[in-house]
């Protein structure tokens, strides 16, 4: 991923807009929580929006973008069953739909690495 000024902050902006989804559209993410979670998947897909918000304002902030970029690559691998339960259960979808829950399961890996790389540039190492 790019190292450059931006992406801590276009890292941000991603996180920011995943965070305001699950606040406007919280039943699509409903479907993704896992079963063998307690409680209700509304509150974890509004537990997720918020942490995601956090992490966000974590990384705009130069003091704060070191641990908030850290905790963004664990957020993403914590995640990870969430889309693989999305797969899972689009199997049976259009294919359009079928693909687009596939691709998501590679797509954690790049995004791990961009959060890694970014708490990496935020220490002062290359």
């Known amino acids: ?3 450059s000024e931006r992406s801590p902050l276009l890292l941000a ?12 559209a919280p039943r699509q ?7 063998m979670l307690p409680g209700s998947a509304r509150t974890w ?9 956090a992490l966000a304002a ?4 130069r003091r704060t973008r070191p641990v908030a970029a850290r905790a963004a690559a664990a957020f993403f691998v914590g995640v990870f069953p969430a889309n693989v339960k999305m797969a899972v259960d ?3 979808r259009p294919a359009p739909l079928r693909a687009a829950a596939v691709a998501r399961l590679p797509l954690q890996v790049p995004l791990v690495l961009w959060a890694r790389g970014v ?4 220490e002062g190492r290359s």
């Open 119 to 122: 708490a990496r540039n935020g």
């Open 90 to 92: 689009w199997r049976h």
């Open 45 to 53: 897909t509004y537990a997720s929006g918020a942490v995601e918000l």
């Open 58 to 61: 974590g990384l705009v902030t």
């Open 1 to 3: 991923m790019p190292r």
């Open 13 to 24: 902006g991603l996180l920011a807009t995943a965070g305001v989804a699950h606040f406007a």
């Open 29 to 35: 993410f409903d479907a993704t929580i896992p079963k």
